[in-house]
């Protein structure tokens, strides 16, 4: 069992390591369920084979020195040499492969159930969602807001409440299922959502914004246009960039993209049944549904809700909208 734990190890060693460098992408969900099952495993096979055998030898031992000690006090010999409570010590110790494999599986557990049914954290790798938020911080993802789905499927069993907009989601990016995105819900199902000259508009009727003073961007040295939207009972702030165009124009092929309609203004798209359409708040500075389409309902992990932490400002530290 030792040799196998080893190479379990090794092969855990590797994947990180190829993971860590960039040689193929990894995926959490799924390495976190294979190390609860082994864990599990081992943690079985310890309570249920390896622990009482320990625990039958060391009764064994003591058995055969309370023996000893019986047979010698015959013979008039009161005092005996050896440490048994020592060697019944060293037996019921569990090995180095238990104590890192059953040893973890509590820990694991309580890990893969709050990351898998409740609360999972990401951090902001992109600038899409300035001003809400910053590259760096670090978010904590309510998993069961929307329903609860099967870990690593992403499967829903449970229904719950139906995102709505205003609500920053976390979600599979419809592309490349493997990476997570973060963007903000703007079109829900049965929407017509139009982005015209900077002007986001759903089912003819323009969204309420309001000027606010500009945002200092510390990343890119420059200013932007802020503003505060009001989507439905959510209001937030928003980047808009007067230099750059409404619309970047390019191969715009997706699943039900004949529901969108593009011109030189921007685009228009009606949300099919079943998707959503997501914007980040930084418009113009953001991959999202004008350019790559629909988010389906299956593709959503949860609602973004609590910055729990960015190292380098910890004013950041709180919920947002």
């Known amino acids: 069992m030792s040799s196998l734990t080893a190479v379990l190890y090794g092969a855990l060693i590797v994947y990180l390591g190829g993971w860590f460098m960039g040689y193929w992408m990894g995926n959490f969900a799924l390495l976190l369920f294979i190390l609860t099952l082994v864990t599990m495993v081992y943690w079985l096979a310890e309570r249920l084979r390896f622990r009482p055998a ?10 055969q020195a309370a023996s000893r000690r ?8 009161e005092k005996v040499d050896g440490d048994v409570a020592e060697a019944r010590r060293k037996v019921l110790a569990q090995p180095w492969w238990l104590d890192w494999t059953a040893g973890l599986f509590p820990v694991i557990v309580v890990v893969f159930v709050l990351r898998s049914f409740l609360f999972e954290p990401f951090k902001i790798p992109s600038g899409s969602m300035i001003p809400t938020l910053l590259v760096g911080d670090l978010i904590l993802v309510n998993k069961f807001h929307y329903g609860i789905r099967l870990p690593v499927i992403n499967k829903k069993i449970v229904q719950n409440n139906d995102p709505q907009r205003g609500d920053v989601v976390v979600f599979r990016y419809p592309v490349d299922p493997r990476v997570d995105y ?64 409404s619309f970047i124009p390019g191969n715009h092929v997706f699943p039900n993209s004949s529901a969108c309609r593009y011109s030189a203004e921007g685009v228009s798209c009606k949300v099919p ?11 113009d500075n953001s991959q999202d549904s004008r350019y790559w389409g629909f988010v389906p309902d299956q593709n959503i992990v949860g609602k973004a809700f609590f910055v729990w932490m960015n190292f380098g400002n910890l004013s950041r530290i709180g919920s947002f909208h």
């Open 54 to 63: 320990r625990e039958a030898a060391a009764a064994q031992l003591e058995a």
């Open 273 to 283: 049944e079943g998707h959503y359409f997501v914007m980040g708040d930084n418009r």
């Open 182 to 245: 973060i963007k903000r819900v703007v079109g829900l199902p049965g929407d017509e959502v139009s982005y015209l000259n900077k002007q986001l508009t759903i089912n003819n009727k323009p969204v309420p914004t309001s000027p606010l003073p500009d945002f200092y961007d510390e990343d890119s040295l420059r200013y932007a246009q802020q503003f505060s939207e009001k989507l439905g009972a959510v209001e937030h702030r928003i980047l808009i960039d007067k230099d750059r165009p």
């Open 70 to 77: 019986a047979e010698l006090a015959k013979m008039g010999i």
